[in-house]
C-alpha cells in the first residue's frame, strides 16, 4: 500500500542535511570579526578579501573578470545595466525563471519579450528566441535553469549575425559545461545567484556578475556603485545607479565555497547519474531531456511523467512519490509571462511602463503564451537533490520511484 494511501513510507527518516556552511565558513568570518576588533575599523566592502574572490571566482571560470554584488537578481540588473541598452527596446527572456530572472528587464525600461522553451525542457532553444527576435531587440538572456546548460551554438550564431548581446544567467548552473566551455563565458557577459541555496554561496544571499571583457566589466563595477567613476578621468559619478555592492564578510564565506565547489559539481554529478541509471527500467517516468549536453550540475532534477501510462495524472504520482519520504515537488511553475506583475504591468506606477513608453515602438499586445513551457511544467516534476546524498538516498528514491509507478500504472 503506498503511504498516501495509509502504507508503510519507504524512507522514514529525514534526507540529510546539505550542511552548506562549515567550520571554515565560520574561521573565515571569525578573521575578519577578530582583525577588526585589532585594528579598530569596521567591516567594509571592496577591500583585500573581496579583491581576492574576485580573482579566485574569475580563475574557476578560467580567466576573465568578476564583480560581487548582493544578490543574484542584482547580478542581472547590473549586467544589463552594463550594456547601456537605450530605453524602449526590447530584452528576450527566458521561458522558465526565478521572478528576479525576468523583473531586471522591466526595471531598466525595457520590454521583456519571452521565448518558448524547447519541447520537453526547461530552457530555450534558438529556433525559439528566434521567433521573437523583432529590429527593437537589444538583448537575449539565456537562463541555463536547473543547472542544464542551453544548446547554445546556435544562439551564439543567432545573436553574432545581429548583432546582439547575450547576458547568460548562471544562477542555478555554476561550473556546467556546454562542449567542454564553462556556461557564463559564452556570452557578452554572465549574472550568477551566490544565496545559500545555490551550488556555492557568499551567505545568505549574493551574485556575482562575470564577463571576459573588461570594459563591460568596468561599466558592470560603476553600474552597481552608484556610478563611481571607477577607471574613468571624472571628479564626480558618471551615471545613477544604485548601490548593489557586495562586502568583505560575503567575499571571505564565498572564497572558502569556492574551494569546495569542484567537488560538489562533481559529486551532484554522481547522484544524478546514480538515479538515472536506478529508474532506467521504469516505464512512466524518466529523467528530464538535456537538450544542451551531460554537462549540467542538477541544481535539481526534473523527471517527466507519461501520464497516458497511468491512472492518475502527474501531480497526483509527485504527491505519492513524496508521501514516500522523498523530497519532490510536483511542479516548478515560474513562467514570467503567466505571473500579475508582467500580465498586469505593475513596474512603474501610474503607468505601463516600459509598454507604455513613448520611445518603445514594438508591439504592445504581444502575449507569449509559451506553450512548450508549460506542457513541460505540467509534465515534469523535481527532485532536489544535493552533494551530501549517499548510495541510500539513491536507492531509497529509485524504490519509492518504482513503488508508485507499479501501484498507478494502467494495466492493460
Same mark, same amino acid.
Given at each position: ?68 554584488? #548582493? ?44 521565448? +518558448? ?62 562542449? +567542454? ?112 549536453? +551531460? ?12 501520464? #497516458? ?42 503607468? +505601463? ?60
Amino acid at each position: 500500500m503506498l503511504a498516501i494511501d495509509g502504507g508503510d513510507r519507504v524512507r522514514r527518516d529525514a534526507f540529510p542535511k546539505r550542511r552548506l556552511f562549515g567550520e571554515g565558513e565560520r574561521d573565515a568570518a571569525i578573521r575578519l570579526f577578530d582583525q577588526a576588533l585589532l585594528s579598530g575599523d569596521a567591516i567594509g566592502y571592496g577591500g583585500v578579501e573581496e579583491q581576492a574572490y574576485e580573482h579566485e571566482f574569475a580563475e574557476f571560470m578560467g580567466g576573465g573578470y568578476a564583480d560581487l554584488v #548582493n544578490s543574484g537578481t542584482c547580478a542581472l540588473y547590473v549586467a544589463l545595466g552594463a550594456l547601456r541598452l537605450p530605453v524602449g527596446g526590447e530584452v528576450v527572456v527566458p521561458p522558465i525563471t526565478d521572478p528576479g530572472g525576468a523583473m531586471p528587464v522591466a526595471l531598466l525600461c525595457q520590454v521583456p519579450v519571452v521565448a +518558448d522553451a524547447v519541447e520537453g525542457s526547461f530552457n530555450t532553444s534558438a529556433e525559439k528566441v528566434e521567433a521573437v527576435l523583432s529590429p527593437h531587440t537589444r538583448a537575449i538572456i539565456i537562463a541555463h535553469i536547473a543547472g542544464e546548460p542551453v544548446d547554445m551554438d546556435p544562439i551564439l550564431e543567432l545573436a553574432k549575425a545581429r548583432g546582439i548581446p547575450i547576458v547568460e544567467d548562471c544562477a542555478q548552473a555554476h561550473g556546467a559545461l556546454y562542449k +567542454d566551455n564553462i556556461v557564463g563565458t559564452l556570452g557578452a557577459i554572465a549574472a550568477y545567484s551566490t544565496m545559500s541555496g545555490k551550488h556555492h554561496a557568499t551567505g545568505p544571499q549574493g551574485g556575482v556578475v562575470f564577463t571576459r571583457d573588461e570594459e563591460l566589466l568596468w561599466e558592470a563595477r560603476r553600474f552597481a556603485d552608484r556610478g563611481k567613476p571607477f577607471n574613468v578621468e571624472a571628479t564626480s559619478n558618471v551615471r545613477a545607479g544604485l548601490n548593489l555592492n557586495g562586502n568583505e564578510l560575503a567575499a571571505a564565506i564565498g572564497r572558502t565555497q569556492l574551494q569546495r565547489l569542484p567537488g560538489a559539481i562533481h559529486r551532484r554529478r554522481q547522484v544524478a547519474h546514480q538515479i538515472q541509471k536506478a529508474i532506467g527500467g521504469l516505464r512512466a517516468v524518466r529523467p528530464g531531456r538535456e537538450a544542451g549536453g +551531460d554537462g549540467g550540475v542538477y541544481w535539481f532534477m526534473r523527471f517527466c511523467v507519461d501520464e #497516458n501510462l497511468l491512472t492518475v495524472d502527474k501531480n497526483a504520482f509527485a504527491e505519492a512519490i513524496a508521501a514516500e519520504g522523498i523530497p519532490v515537488a510536483a511542479s516548478y511553475r515560474y513562467i514570467p509571462s503567466e505571473a500579475e506583475w508582467f500580465r498586469k504591468r505593475c513596474v512603474f506606477p501610474g503607468s +505601463d511602463y516600459p509598454w507604455g513608453l513613448p520611445e518603445y515602438q514594438g508591439d504592445r499586445t504581444a502575449q507569449f503564451p509559451c506553450p512548450n513551457a508549460v506542457a513541460a511544467v505540467e509534465s515534469h516534476f523535481i527532485l532536489s537533490i544535493h552533494e551530501n546524498f549517499s548510495d541510500r538516498e539513491v536507492e531509497d528514491i529509485a524504490t519509492a520511484f518504482g513503488k508508485v509507478e507499479r501501484a498507478y500504472l494502467r494495466r492493460r
